[in-house]
């Protein structure tokens, strides 16, 4: 069975995504939020169209521009759903809309987006999956995980014997720090 390791090594799209991301911590919110947002878009679809179409969403999405995004309104939604470069899904597209704005409440309660993330405990996937189905929209199973992958926050971004899972473990991902156990 290949891997996203495999599949990725010299892809002019994945390489990079896989080399410089994937896996690597963050706290950054605005990183975060665009990673989200990736992977509700992904819903459904393959990871290379959406790596495909990243520039495009950036643009329509004002950079997911959280404070901006927080304020649109149907005008913004309609242009959304006019343009052919991005995923025009009306769910998933009121989905980013509303999950600015929650993002923009845990400012509020936990300091930010990743300070509401590392407020958690170390959990497995069904049981973060139950916390952001609580506090996000369009947040099921394949997208948790992925995001959370994507973060460092759950293992299996990277089989062991990539050279990228090296220097990510050297960086002390939260998912080694907390000793998540491996999720399939």
């Known amino acids: 069975m290949s891997t996203y390791c495999d599949i990725a090594a010299g892809h002019p799209l994945h390489g990079l995504y896989h080399d410089k ?24 679809l393959s990871w290379e169209l959406i790596l495909r179409k990243r520039p495009t ?11 901006k995004i927080a304020t649109y309104g149907e005008t913004d ?5 006019g343009d052919p470069g991005i995923i025009r ?3 998933k597209v009121a989905a980013v809309i509303e999950n600015a ?13 990743a300070a509401w993330i590392a407020a958690q405990p170390a959990l497995d996937k069904a049981a973060w999956v139950k916390i952001f189905r609580q506090a996000f929209k369009f947040t099921g199973g394949e997208i948790v995980g992925e995001f959370l992958m994507s973060i460092g926050y ?5 089989r062991t014997s990539c050279p990228i899972h090296g220097i990510i473990a050297q960086q002390r ?3 080694m720090v907390r000793g998540v156990e491996h999720q399939p």
Not at 77 to 81: D, Q, Y
Not at 103 to 112: A, I, T, Y
Request: charge should be negative; charged fraction near 25%.
């Open 57 to 67: 969403l950036n643009a329509a999405f004002d950079g997911f521009a959280i404070d």
């Open 101 to 113: 704005c929650r993002v923009r409440s845990l400012r509020d309660s936990h300091g930010g987006f």
């Open 21 to 44: 991301e994937y896996g690597f911590p963050t706290e950054d919110e605005a990183v975060l939020f665009e990673r989200l947002c990736l992977e509700i878009f992904q819903a459904g």
């Open 154 to 158: 759950l293992p299996g971004a990277h």
């Open 77 to 81: 939604v309609a242009r959304l759903l």
């Open 173 to 175: 991902p939260p998912w």
């Open 89 to 91: 899904n009306r769910l």
